[in-house]
């Protein structure tokens, strides 16, 4: 099986910073693109950034300039940089990536965490 665990989350107040750190492990034979989403109350989830296992990243425009996205390929594991908090920011942030699993017919597909929790107070 495979597994993605976000950790990292918490409350911080405005302008303030947090990282953000999603492992994925079990039988993975290859990961490909990993990404982050983030899901507000009432709201659709929605992209915040994305990196192919060469480097390229993708940030959703309301991300730039303030996260950045960064993996480990060693580690299978990959990294959000929070800065410039604001209150909007406030969601519950998901891991995803494209794996291809070492195990049965070895197709790639998406698995996701389960989440972890950003609030930032005003």
């Known amino acids: 099986q495979v597994q993605l665990v976000e950790s990292g989350g918490g409350l911080v107040q405005a302008g303030g910073s947090l990282r953000l750190s999603c492992v994925a492990s079990?039988?993975?034979?290859?990961?490909?693109?990993m990404g982050w989403y983030r899901q507000a109350p009432g709201k659709q989830r929605e992209l915040v950034a994305t990196?192919?296992?060469?480097?390229?990243?993708n940030y959703a425009d309301s991300a730039k300039g303030r996260f950045t996205i960064s993996r480990d390929n060693a580690k299978n594991t990959v990294y959000l940089q929070m800065n410039s908090l604001k209150p909007e920011d406030t969601a519950v942030y998901y891991c995803?990536?494209?794996?291809?699993?070492?195990?049965?017919?070895?197709?790639?597909?998406?698995?996701w965490g389960h989440g972890t929790q950003v609030t930032v107070s005003s």
């Open positions: 990196i192919t296992s060469g480097g390229s990243t």
């Open positions: 079990g039988s993975i034979l290859s990961i490909n693109t």
């Open positions: 995803n990536s494209d794996i291809r699993p070492s195990y049965g017919l070895r197709n790639i597909r998406t698995y």
